[in-house]
């Protein structure tokens, strides 16, 4: 039962992440699908480096949550993670019910939870006191939990990659992103369609 | 729905719609309903070879349609005008820039005997909007048509990599008015 013994928000650890994001990219083997929201969480996933199943979402604020799961319906038999941030969450949290009755067993969604909308100026976003892991099972997706630690995390992830839907929230520190992503929406299509095998 | 010119029963707009996509394999659906749609709508849910399912919000749908189609499925997104209204940042930040072929299929409301003041209003943005994103749209008003207009669209849509909305007049549809 790898959720039986949950972190609750108050006793996880805040955590970096870039360096959060590092640790789930080394957890994937098999060409796993990566989605990453505005800002931040594309920023730090281009700072670890090309990889060929990234997708940067430039604009479109909230929607890495439903792209990702486009990409799980079209390709059932690749594990597709989808990095996005608490604010952004915010404003589609109804894709959580949708995950929910989809059901998709290969979507793992990471939540980079910093209480804030960092990239416009880290102004609070308006869930002082809500707890994501809460709202996700409350959604209806049973397995979400809030990761202990970095350890804690790539456990989730591991578990999370064996069969979901799933629901892996990390309290995030203050640290800006350490890299910008390149602006080229077409081009990042492309090299994504290519990853995935669609294209050659 | 009437006789074609030979005699035959017409076959209804829905079932047009229904087929035509499924002919492009266009074979996953995301929805926000509308009165209008419901025959498409419920006849596409009785389809097995169909994906269909509804979402909370239609920019949520326009995600997961891009997302699918990066992934190698083709989709359509059906709404009505209201919903269209609430896609102007996702298709500008997303679906035109990555050059996604997005198939839009809008039930037209607020026009030819609409009743509610607030579709009515909103109605006026759908062609502006598309208009300043050139988004390639047609509205369709018969039946006769149909078939070619939906065909043609989406393969334009695919071959040129963008967007297209149609737009379902009440002259195709019957529309919604007060009694139905
Ligand atoms: C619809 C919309 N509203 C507002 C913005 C401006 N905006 C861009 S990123 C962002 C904050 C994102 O916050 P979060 O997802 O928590 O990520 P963080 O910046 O904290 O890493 C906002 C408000 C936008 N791009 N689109």
Same mark, same amino acid.
């Not at chain 2, 030979?6 to 719609?17: S, T």
């Not at chain 2, 006769?144 to 297209?164: G, H, K, N, Y």
């Given at each position: 039962?790898?959720?039986?013994?949950?972190?609750?928000?108050?006793?996880?650890?805040?955590?970096?992440?870039?360096?959060?994001t590092r640790r789930i990219l080394?957890?994937?083997?098999?060409?796993?699908?990566?989605?990453?929201?505005?800002?931040?969480?594309?920023?730090?996933?281009?700072?670890?480096?090309?990889?060929?199943?990234?997708?940067?979402?430039?604009?479109?604020?909230?929607?890495a949550v439903p792209i990702a799961?486009?990409?799980?319906?079209?390709?059932?038999?690749?594990?597709?993670?989808?990095?996005?941030?608490?604010?952004?969450?915010?404003?589609?949290?109804?894709?959580?019910?949708?995950?929910?009755?989809?059901?998709?067993?290969?979507?793992?969604?990471?939540?980079?939870?910093?209480?804030?909308?960092?990239?416009?100026?880290?102004?609070?976003?308006?869930?002082?006191?809500?707890?994501?892991?809460?709202?996700?099972?409350?959604?209806?997706?049973?397995?979400?939990?809030?990761?202990?630690?970095?350890?804690?995390?790539?456990?989730?992830?591991?578990?999370?990659?064996?069969?979901?839907?799933?629901?892996?929230?990390?309290?995030?520190?203050?640290?800006?992103?350490?890299?910008?992503?390149?602006?080229?929406?077409?081009?990042?299509?492309?090299?994504?369609?290519?990853?995935?095998?669609?294209?050659? | 729905?009437?006789?074609?010119?030979?005699?035959?029963?017409?076959?209804?707009?829905?079932?047009?719609?229904?087929?035509?996509?499924?002919?492009?394999?266009?074979?996953?659906?995301?929805?926000?309903?509308?009165? #209008?749609?419901?025959? +498409?709508?419920?006849? =596409?849910? &009785?389809? !097995?070879?169909?994906?269909?399912?509804? %979402?909370?919000?239609? /920019?949520?749908?326009?995600?997961?349609?891009?997302?699918?189609?990066?992934?190698?499925?083709?989709?359509?997104?059906?709404?009505?005008?209201?919903?269209?209204?609430?896609?102007?940042?996702?298709?500008?930040?997303?679906?035109?820039?990555?050059?996604?072929?997005?198939?839009?299929?809008?039930?037209?409301?607020?026009?030819?005997?609409?009743?509610?003041?607030?579709?009515?209003? #909103?109605?006026?943005? +759908?062609?502006?909007? =598309?208009? &300043?994103? !050139?988004?390639?749209?047609?509205?369709? %008003?018969?039946?006769? /048509?149909?078939?070619?207009?939906?065909?043609?669209?989406?393969?334009?849509?695919?071959?040129?990599?963008?967007?297209?909305?149609?737009?379902?007049?009440?002259?195709?549809?019957?529309?919604?008015?007060?009694?139905?």
């Open positions: 039962m790898p959720h039986g013994d949950n972190a609750a928000l108050g006793n996880a650890k805040v955590m970096n992440r870039f360096e959060l080394a957890q994937l083997e098999r060409e796993e699908a990566v989605v990453a929201g505005i800002g931040n969480t594309n920023f730090d996933l281009w700072a670890c480096g090309p990889r060929a199943q990234n997708f940067y979402m430039l604009g479109s604020m909230g929607l799961l486009g990409v799980a319906l079209a390709q059932p038999r690749r594990h597709v993670v989808a990095l996005e941030g608490d604010g952004s969450l915010l404003m589609q949290l109804g894709c959580l019910t949708t995950v929910a009755t989809l059901g998709p067993a290969n979507l793992t969604i990471v939540l980079m939870d910093n209480g804030i909308y960092q990239i416009t100026g880290s102004q609070p976003t308006p869930a002082a006191s809500a707890d994501f892991v809460a709202l996700a099972r409350a959604a209806g997706i049973a397995r979400a939990s809030w990761a202990a630690d970095e350890g804690d995390c790539e456990r989730l992830l591991r578990a999370a990659l064996a069969g979901g839907p799933s629901f892996i929230a990390a309290r995030i520190d203050t640290q800006p992103a350490v890299a910008t992503t390149e602006r080229d929406p077409a081009r990042i299509r492309e090299r994504f369609m290519r990853g995935l095998g669609v294209r050659t | 729905m009437g006789t074609s010119e030979d005699g035959a029963p017409a076959r209804a707009w829905h079932a047009v719609v229904a087929a035509t996509l499924k002919n492009n394999d266009v074979r996953l659906i995301a929805y926000v309903p509308d009165r #209008v749609l419901t025959p +498409l709508i419920a006849c =596409l849910h &009785a389809d !097995a070879d169909v994906t269909i399912f509804p %979402t909370a919000r239609e /920019e949520e749908a326009a995600g997961i349609l891009a997302g699918a189609w990066m992934g190698g499925r083709r989709g359509a997104l059906m709404m009505q005008t209201s919903g269209f209204a609430t896609l102007a940042n996702v298709l500008a930040s997303l679906i035109v820039p990555c050059q996604i072929p997005l198939i839009m299929l809008i039930s037209e409301r607020g026009v030819l005997g609409e009743f509610n003041i607030g579709q009515a209003l #909103v109605a006026r943005t +759908l062609r502006p909007v =598309l208009d &300043a994103l !050139a988004i390639t749209h047609h509205t369709i %008003t018969r039946l006769d /048509e149909l078939e070619f207009i939906v065909d043609r669209s989406v393969r334009q849509a695919v071959a040129t990599q963008a967007p297209v909305a149609l737009l379902l007049s009440p002259l195709l549809t019957g529309g919604k008015t007060l009694a139905s």
